[in-house]
């Protein structure tokens, strides 16, 4: 009898340790599945075409060519990003739908709209950095304007006559050109338009004299000798301008850099974090989308998801007094 008992307990400590194995297996297996268990989102809240989208559509192919699952980019455009970011906020935290994200609507509209459909400090998981690429101050070429010093000088003689196009009020560009106001003392007459091709086309119309944004939204008229690039308001100069002095070198202590990262929706469990963040940085890496990006006045920028979060956090409290002092609104 003793010896039925002992085999009873032998084989019931076996099945056991089989189960046991066979769960640990089905949880792995279950893990394993992400991401290739169904078709990925990644939303962008600006339109096809944009430098945003591009950075988007980089992101994409590298998910493809590592996993083989279908990413679709989703242009979720309008309000200033709102509704694409909105999007992201209600999506499912499983780690299939992400966003490729800019400073307005993941931090800065918080502070330029009345009210948000979500909140850009909670509602979110931080995956990282995707680039970060300087504002530059430009002049049209007719200006016989050659140096920032002497723009400055130029706007000190004359105040309000600067005409500074601005690619819509809140805007990343909008509020470093009101920084540069409280920097320098001076006084632009500072024009609001839908975007920067609508800056870019009245700099090289004459209708303006000056404009602000990223270099790759100038570099071809740079290049043509139509445009002058002034000042890098960059950490450091810019490789496609290696001759242009950064903002530091001017004797300001300031720096724009506008960036693009990518979001999910709150709660995508930890170890998806991780895992995203990983491929998205050797996607980065990878010199042929440096080059790409490059080649388009970006700059990648690996980063990890807790670097990323105290980004979007300083973003908040470094324009808070311009957007207070200005009565800043994206609206």
């Not at 039925?4 to 089989?18: M, P």
């Not at 992400?34 to 945003?52: C, D, N, Q, R, Y």
């Not at 496609?240 to 202590?253: A, D, Q």
């Amino acid at each position: 009898m003793g010896r039925i008992d002992t085999r009873r307990r032998i084989d019931a400590a076996k099945a056991l340790l089989v189960g046991a194995a066979l769960l640990a297996a089905t949880l792995c297996g279950a893990e394993a599945k992400w991401p290739m268990e169904k078709p990925m989102t990644l939303i962008v809240p600006w339109p096809a075409g944009s430098s945003f989208d591009v950075v988007a559509r980089v992101i994409a192919d590298g998910i493809h060519r590592k996993y083989g699952n279908v990413v679709v980019v989703d242009n979720r455009t309008g309000a200033s990003g709102n509704i694409g970011q909105a999007a992201a906020a209600r999506a499912k935290p499983d780690g299939y739908t992400f966003i490729v994200t800019t400073p307005g609507p993941a931090a800065n509209n918080a502070l330029t709209f009345k009210s948000l459909p979500y909140d850009p400090l909670t509602d979110f998981s931080f995956i990282g950095v995707t680039n970060r690429d300087p504002s530059v101050l430009v002049v049209r070429s007719s200006l016989k304007i050659g140096s920032f010093k002497e723009f400055i000088a130029y706007a000190k003689a004359n105040p309000g006559a600067v005409r500074m196009g601005s690619p819509g009020n809140g805007t990343y560009s909008h509020m470093t050109q009101l920084a540069l106001q409280d920097l320098a003392g001076v006084e632009f007459n500072i024009v609001p338009y839908r975007g920067p091709p609508q800056v870019l086309q009245d700099l090289l119309g004459g209708h303006l004299d000056a404009g602000m944004g990223l270099v790759g939204n100038y570099m071809p008229q740079v290049q043509s000798g139509q445009i002058k690039v002034l000042a890098v308001f960059g950490d450091r100069r810019d490789a496609s301008l290696p001759n242009v002095p950064t903002l530091l070198e001017e004797g300001y202590k300031f720096s724009s850099q506008p960036w693009t990262g990518l979001q999910g929706p709150k709660g995508v469990p930890r170890e998806i974090v991780v895992a995203m963040n990983q491929t998205v940085n050797e996607i980065l890496k990878d010199r042929a989308n440096v080059e790409k990006l490059a080649s388009l006045g970006m700059t990648a920028a690996p980063s990890t998801p807790e670097e990323f979060e105290k980004l979007v956090r300083s973003e908040v409290d470094k324009w808070r007094p311009i957007v207070i002092k200005y009565k800043v609104s994206g609206e």
